[in-house]
């Protein structure tokens, strides 16, 4: 039977969401491909993300426990990845577009010699094979592309395909697997971002802040809506460029891509770059004072006003409406 096969990517002893939407994904794959879905574990041998897996559809985990993987490194990581696909020899290769895959997926899909799509939002099957949707032109236009050969290596943006419920009568079979662990630069330490408590890659909302902010004194407006609504806070590369916020909270073409259901944008103009990293989101909500700001013609709800008015009080009845539900 043909094999999909999914990286599944962990932390604090959980499979990461961009993950578990992956073998979702695969799974719904599979059944139209009558294939069967199977995913890599590296850097833990714990059972719990077998059971996670297993749950959501993979029939079977291939785990590299070596403690020596714990921490994410380029090299073997991908020896090991491309180990499996070596032996397996899937039809597909699903990985999330992470960090992590970002910079994985392209040098396995090297190693075994495969066609990579990118950031892919959508994929349907044709004759058997896979199809997919993937933004162009920094999310100008969408391409549809199909691979020459297999295995057919895509990597899927988080928070766009659907998270099916686990199912905990649906069990994987854990394959054990090593790997030479050694790698010519590894990670030696590793420092928290100061982003908020809410990570924005994986956010289900996201409020994000530009230059119609006015100051970095102001920036607290946003943290405020975002610790209201629990979402992650985000900004345009114009405040990050002018030192108001780190650049790990840029959204945009040359920073983060978000897909979250809710994207509320704040003071900012909806550049073509910034678009690029969220017009995929489900609501956008735009506070913006110019009723031409090209934000308006994403948005689903535009509200036409002064920031420093508007933010406030939508802060306010956030946190109103989150206490009266208790
Ligand atoms: C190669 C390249 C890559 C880029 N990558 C990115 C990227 O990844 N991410 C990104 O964001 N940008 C990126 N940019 C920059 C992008 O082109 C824009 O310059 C930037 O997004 C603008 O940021 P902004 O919306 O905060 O500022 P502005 O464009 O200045 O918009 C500010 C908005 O605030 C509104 N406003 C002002 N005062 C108020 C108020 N009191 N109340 C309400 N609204 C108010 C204004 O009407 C205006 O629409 C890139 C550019 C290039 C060339």
Redesign the pocket.
Known sequence: MPVILTLAEHKDGKLRRASLETISEARRLATALNAEVESVIIGSGDDALVDEAGAHGAKRVHVFADAALATYATEPYARAFAQVIASVKPAAVLVPFTSMGKDLAPRVAARVGAGLASDCVAFEVEAGRLKARRPMY?GKAYATVQWDGEPQMATLRPNVFALDAPDASRKAEKVAATVDATARAKVTATHASGGGKVELGEAQIVVS??????GPEHFHLVQELAEALGAAVG???????AGWVDHQL??????KTVSPNLYVA?????????L??MSSSRYIVA????AD???FKVANYGIL????E?VPKLTEAAKAYLQSRG
Not at 209 to 214: H, I, M, N, S, V
Not at 250 to 255: A, H, K, R, S
């Open positions: 920094a802040g530009g230059r119609g902010l006015k900004a345009s590369r114009a405040i990050v460029d840029q959204v945009g073409q040359t920073g704040v003071g900012l103009s909806g550049a073509i770059q910034h690029a990293g506070i913006n004072k110019d700001a090209p934000i006003g002064d920031v420093f508007v």
